[in-house]
């Protein structure tokens, strides 16, 4: 049986200016696809070079579609490591994400904001 370390908060980052940047749709589909490599294979280099053993990830992004008629959103997953732990990690990252929501639902309920909970 392995230890578990203590759980800590959720990391992640919450810049609303960065993301407005992020939300412009790539020219096409197919810069899109060149990025989302080029994100991939970096992410798999930095996964080696900090030593970690298993990652999944689920990205969103968007392109202007070749007709001209706004745009198409897309959702990638992509996991290194071992497979048989894709699902499991996955559906960890859901529980706490949904875990957090709840806290952030009963803050507001308390008149304490929307602000993240920490």
């Known amino acids: 049986m392995t230890e578990t370390a203590k759980q ?3 990391f992640s980052f919450n810049d609303p200016a960065t993301y407005r940047k992020m939300a412009e ?3 096409s589909m197919d810069e899109a696809q060149a990025a989302v490599e080029a994100f991939f294979n970096g ?3 930095l996964r080696k070079q900090h030593k970690i ?3 999944c990830m689920v990205i969103k992004g968007s392109a202007l579609k070749q007709d001209g008629d706004g745009e198409a959103e897309f959702f990638l997953t992509c996991g290194l490591g071992n497979s048989l732990e894709f699902e499991g990690m996955l559906a960890y990252g859901l529980g706490r994400e949904q875990s957090s929501r709840q806290q952030r639902i009963g803050s507001m309920l308390k008149g304490e904001g929307v602000l993240h909970h920490k």
């Open 43 to 45: 992410v798999a280099e």
């Open 25 to 27: 749709p790539y020219p």
């Open 53 to 55: 053993t298993t990652m």
């Open 8 to 10: 800590e908060p959720l």
